[in-house]
């Protein structure tokens, strides 16, 4: 049986189960579809300028608007200069974060231009003096979000995960995926490996898990000590109570295939009560494109949704696309 609890930084995770950061996706509607069938281990937001975020009204940001269900919680930095650091981690212990993430995972080209991502995990003592100005400011626990590197060199991604472990990080987020690789492209759990094999801080391991099957062979490849669930948990909200049940044998009350033009509707009507009107339709076409893979023919509905210009021709068009699929078998690729 893979192990089922996990401290970071004291912080006691129980299922060892992590929700990804996700621009567009990671936000209070999604995190609270998702609790609606169960715990997380760790929730979190999407990344968070550390330039901007003390600017962010908390009450109307669609960045920051959280409930207070939605606990542990971990918030996500990008961080491009050490001096940012002060006001952001002041702004995150205001909002009661669990747990602070440094993004170095980032490749998109205005961040990684601006030394964020992907760029600051190759500039090491710009990194050091960020994390030490993180750990210097609160007591939060510390994690890292990285990817594998530019290239399949093994030894150096090991240095490199030694080098974040003697900043005194509490764990690391591995994206088993070459910095430059695409989401299609299958997991390197393999490497990812690597990084379990030399460090002592918990690793907890991420890319291309999307049902039990996956999560148990990763964990076996790995030997992570923990999982962390990007795109899969906008197709199934669902996943976390089947990985907590199939892989890690928590009791879960409920099994059954939730009605998902429900479960749609329960995420339009989140988005209808937490966010101000703007910044709504572009959240309901970023999640439809995921949560409609689990239809053979999908595609319909999440073309459908993103032809709408308002809300209300969105909920139409997709309540049109439900009745008409309501007897369709749902694709259970997933399964
Ligand atoms: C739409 C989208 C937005 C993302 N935004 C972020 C982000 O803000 N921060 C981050 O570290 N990774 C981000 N990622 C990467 C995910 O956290 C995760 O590493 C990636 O999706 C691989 O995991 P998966 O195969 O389970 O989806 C994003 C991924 C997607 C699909």
Known sequence: MFKRNLEIGGLKISPPLFLAPMAGLTHSALRQLILDFG???????????????????????????RTQREKPISYQLLVF????????????LSLGADCIDINLGCGAPKVVKKGGG??????????KDIVKAIKALCNLPVTVKIRLGPTPDVASF????????????????????????????????????EAKRVLSIPVIVNGGIFNSEDAKKCL?????????????????????????????QFEVSN?????????????FHYLESLFPPERRIGRLKEFTHYFSQNYAFGNRLAMAVQRSKTMEEAKLRAIEFFMKNKNEHQVNKYE
């Open 255 to 267: 099994f059954e295939l939730p009605d998902l033009s429900v479960v749609w509707m329960n995420f």
């Open 81 to 92: 200069k050490v001096d940012q650091v002060e006001r952001a981690v002041e702004k995150l």
């Open 118 to 127: 992907v760029a600051l995990s190759h500039d090491p003592e710009r990194l």
């Open 158 to 193: 090991k240095d490199r995960c030694l080098f974040l472990q003697d900043l005194g990080i509490d764990a690391l987020y591995v994206h088993a995926r070459f910095d430059k690789e695409p989401f299609a492209r299958p997991p390197k759990w393999e490497m990812a490996a």
């Open 39 to 65: 715990p997380v281990g760790l929730l979190s937001t999407e990344m968070l300028s550390a330039s901007s975020l003390p600017h962010e009204n908390s009450e109307h940001s669609p960045y920051l608007i």
């Open 220 to 248: 076996d490849v790995t030997g992570a000590d923990g999982l962390m669930i990007g795109r899969g948990a906008a197709i199934r909200p669902w996943i976390f109570r089947d990985l907590a049940s199939k892989v890690y």
